[in-house]
């Protein structure tokens, strides 16, 4: 039987887990993952739509010259599990999701979702893989790094990790790439696939005495489509609500998420699978990536709170 002194001494390991894995990165930087090949000869639907202009001016032949020197980079680290949750090399990640013929599913807000398969024994199951993608021009690199520990600590933290509406982290690899293998199948359908363009689901927050936060307010200013109607719309509120509520609950709190970056069943039930940022902390002044903001942060009051993190 699992204690609460059993859970609190693996999420300490879990946050030290995490920071080796943090100032790893950090030392690294973000050129073993710019300069790779790859980067140039990526489909150019998945490019960013500057990058053959950009290299033009910049010189082929540097990026080339770089992508060599970086071709031996050791990406070897410790540690291999952050929680519960194991590295797996670049290889492996190839295995599971074939980057030269892949099965793109979607851009994400740090690159793109994949599908993918894992084999273990003689059972094979659907799995997605979400990457970070590096393609010039690099913008914000470094936030890179730092949200994809950010969505790590987050998939691994054991308080909040068995959410059903969370997906689950299978594997995660730092090699080559970043990346994150959920075991998860893809259902084929994202929350804005059955919204109208441009739809927003609107939830508010408000804070309690004990730093607890409930959902009291969902308003869907919405038109039906199809057999999305009034009562698989409150199904979708109420598990994103419980969402939010278990992980204000934990002092974490979330910058954007859009109905695209939420997977949706033929039953109305969701998974979360992507953020624009994550934080641990309760309330910090910071600065903020472009989208969906609270008319707080939009009227210039830059302080982060639980009751500002609202979608």
């Avoid at 690294?28 to 993952?33: E, L, V």
């Avoid at 670049?90 to 999701?97: A, F, N």
């Avoid at 691994?156 to 068995?162: I, L, P």
Wanted: proline fraction near 3%.
């Amino acid at each position: 039987m699992t204690t609460t002194t059993d859970v609190e001494m693996s999420i300490d390991k879990q946050k030290k887990d995490i920071e080796i894995l943090r100032k790893k990165l950090m030392d690294w930087s973000f050129f073993p993952y710019l300069y790779q090949r790859f980067n140039k000869e990526e489909p150019i639907n998945w490019r960013n739509p500057m990058f053959i202009d950009y290299i033009a001016r910049q010189s082929l032949k540097s990026f080339y010259r770089a992508c060599k020197r970086f071709e031996s980079f050791d990406f070897s680290i410790e540690p291999t599990i952050v929680g519960k949750v194991k590295h797996c090399s670049y290889s492996d990640l190839d295995g599971i999701t074939n980057f030269k013929n892949p099965e793109v599913i979607q851009k994400t807000i740090s690159g793109r979702l994949f599908q993918g398969t894992i084999v273990e024994g003689s059972e094979k199951r659907s799995v997605i893989v979400k990457t970070w993608d590096f393609h010039l021009p690099m913008r914000d690199a470094l936030q890179c790094l730092t949200t994809f520990c950010d969505e790590i600590e987050l998939f691994t933290n054991e308080r909040v990790n068995m959410h059903p509406n969370l997906v689950k982290l299978y594997r995660y690899c730092c090699d080559t790439r970043l990346a994150l293998v959920f075991d998860e199948e893809f259902t084929g359908l994202v929350l804005s696939d059955v919204l109208l363009s441009g739809t927003y689901i609107t939830i508010s927050s408000i804070m309690l005495n004990d730093y607890s936060s409930v959902c009291t307010l969902l308003l869907f200013s919405l038109s039906f489509v199809d057999d999305f109607g009034w009562v698989e719309r409150m199904k979708v509120a109420t598990q994103l609500a419980d969402l939010y509520s278990c992980l204000h609950e934990n002092n974490i709190a979330l910058d954007r998420l859009i109905p695209a970056n939420i997977m949706i069943d033929k039953e109305f039930n969701i998974k979360v699978f992507d953020f624009g940022y994550v934080t641990n902390t309760f309330n910090v002044d910071d600065s903020f990536l472009d989208g969906a903001r609270a008319p707080e942060i939009l009227k210039g009051e830059r302080t982060r709170t639980m009751k500002s993190d609202v979608y």
